[in-house]
């Protein structure tokens, strides 16, 4: 059994709770066992470096130094939150000056850098590893036609090393592929789906997240696949932001995972757009079940 020290961050506590909930189910099952950080606080995400970027590397250092306290590396599945966490952690470990200036606001917490941040689909990479995953399935999803988005934020972090192609990723398309979805080819993997601008202006993310949908209806995808709680928000609000037609659904890339494995979305009554387009496919039972 593998454990690892789990950043939610406030999305998996709260929109995107059934995010959570998969991820434990599906790591369950691969012998991948998360604990929470202990007195975890909000790391900034997406807007607290606008505002005043040393008080964005203070939310995310402090995090991280409680997980280097515990000895431990860092799962962060938020894309924003991961993107946060990756960009401090790199500039605590090259500026003396910042690293310094950081500290004295987390006293008696220290944060050196010396810990790794990992997102959803590193760990699967790592610690599962596409054999395991297709030698495990249960259900056949052959039938399904899945577009990859990984969004703006997962493999564009500045100056800092990503653990993908920043352009034309495939971590994700490997693993859907592993899986046994047909992944289909498209060029909106990395395209912005108006993020926070939801809040303060949602016709820009009513067109930016329309276009995303646009594009994934126009390859043929029966569901765009992402591990960011943003964009599976912001792309299922669109029914909401007015969009009345060629809606598919928007899964998490763990909850694939849990057709593969079971059959079944425990979270699918969490999609404002239904998930029927996906479960109601022709998935079939696997004659021979590989056990983890």
């Known amino acids: 059994m593998v454990t690892l020290t789990y950043y939610p961050g406030c999305s998996l506590k709260t929109s995107s709770k059934f995010y959570e909930t998969s991820i434990r189910e599906v790591f ?4 991948i066992d998360i604990k929470e950080l202990d007195d975890w606080s909000c790391c900034g995400a997406s807007v607290a470096h606008t505002v005043d970027e040393t008080l964005a590397h203070v939310l995310a250092a402090r995090n991280i130094a409680i997980a280097e306290a515990d000895g431990n590396h860092v799962f962060v599945p938020c894309s924003a939150c991961y993107s946060r966490s990756k960009i401090t952690n790199d500039k605590i470990i ?9 500290n004295e606001y987390i006293y008696p ?3 050196l850098g ?4 990992k997102n959803i689909i590193e760990i699967f990479s790592e610690h599962v590893g596409i054999e395991k995953i297709a030698k495990g399935l249960s259900f056949d999803l052959s039938s399904i036609k899945v ?3 990984y969004g703006c934020m997962l493999t564009r972090i500045p100056k800092t090393d990503v653990f993908d192609d920043c352009e034309d990723p495939l971590g994700m398309d490997t693993l859907l592929w592993a899986a046994g979805t047909e992944v289909l080819w498209w060029p909106f993997k990395i395209e912005c789906c108006g993020a926070s601008e939801t809040i303060t202006n949602k016709n820009v993310t009513s067109s930016l997240s329309g276009k995303i949908m646009d594009m994934a209806c126009a390859v043929g995808a029966d569901a765009i ?3 960011c709680p943003l ?7 669109l029914p909401h932001l007015g969009r009345k037609t060629d809606n598919i659904p928007v899964l998490f890339l763990t909850e694939v995972f849990e057709l593969a ?23 079939r039972r696997l004659k021979t079940q590989t056990q983890h």
């Open 28 to 31: 369950s099952f691969y012998g």
């Open 94 to 102: 090259k500026d003396k000056g910042l690293r310094d200036k950081v």
């Open 109 to 111: 917490l220290r944060c």
């Open 114 to 117: 010396t810990t790794e941040i």
């Open 147 to 149: 577009v990859p988005y």
């Open 225 to 227: 696949i992402t591990t």
């Open 231 to 237: 964009c599976q928000m912001n792309l299922d609000l």
């Open 261 to 283: 494995i079971k059959g079944k979305i425990i979270g699918k009554g969490s999609h404002i757009i239904p998930v029927d387009r996906v479960i109601k496919k022709p998935i």
